[in-house]
Structure formats: structure tokens, C-alpha cells
């Protein structure tokens, strides 16, 4: 799934959501069920309490309240992330435009989250 592609993170410039979203440009995979390949794409930002992924146009789109499962590619694995579509638009791209809540994190999969986006620290050896 990296194919060829590093993962950056930064902070947004500015932000009105209730957590900080950092931008996070990583490939990503989205399954709407189980034993689903699932569409490739990147995303896009990421906080604490949801992500933004852009999918290519021939992507099957998602519908707002599909319940998936996002597999973002990391340096150190996949980081996989249960949640539910809040919306799905066309961008002027033609990409698909997936915003997703987190509905139910793997703790191990939450405390990788919050290091990723600033809300801990790393654990020191």
C-alpha cells in the first residue's frame, strides 16, 4: 500500500472544530465491510476525533452514515481506525471528499492516534 509514498504531518493554520486537526498526507485504504479490498487513497488531515481522506473519482463513494474501517499506512504499520462517513462530496478534481468520525478505537490504536497527532508524547526508551 505505501507505494512509494512518506507520510508528513503539520499543523492546520486554522481550525474551528473542536480538536486540532493536523495535516497528514499518508496512503490510505477505506473498507465499507468485512472481506472488502476497499478503495486507495491519502489522507488528507487527522485529530483526535476524525479524519479527511481523498479518494480518486473511480472510487466507489461513501454515504454519509457508512460505517468503515480506515487503514492509514505508517512508518511503523497500519494504523487502523473504525468511524462513520459525516460526509462525502466530489471535489473539483473529480476526487471523492471522505470525512469520518471515529466511532470505536482499538486502545493501542488510540494511544498510536494521539501520538500522531500531538495529543502525547512519544514513549522514551
Avoid at 42 to 71: F, K, M, N, Y
Avoid at 103 to 117: A, F, G, H, S
Amino acid at each position: 500500500m505505501s507505494g512509494g509514498y512518506r507520510y508528513s504531518i503539520d499543523k492546520c493554520p486554522t481550525d474551528r472544530r473542536r480538536s486540532a486537526r493536523r495535516i497528514l498526507r499518508a496512503p490510505v485504504r477505506i473498507a465499507h465491510g468485512p472481506e472488502q479490498f476497499g478503495a486507495l487513497g491519502h489522507t488528507i488531515d487527522i485529530s483526535p476525533d476524525g479524519l479527511l481522506v481523498c479518494l480518486p473519482p473511480t472510487a466507489e463513494p461513501a454515504r454519509q452514515a457508512d460505517s468503515i474501517l480506515v487503514s492509514i499506512a505508517l512508518d511503523d504499520g497500519l494504523l487502523h481506525l473504525l468511524g462513520i462517513v459525516r460526509r462525502c462530496a466530489r471535489g473539483g478534481d473529480r476526487n471523492w471528499y471522505v470525512a469520518v468520525e471515529y466511532t470505536q478505537l482499538d486502545p493501542n490504536d488510540r494511544d498510536r492516534l494521539d501520538q500522531l497527532v500531538g495529543e502525547t508524547n512519544p514513549p522514551t526508551s
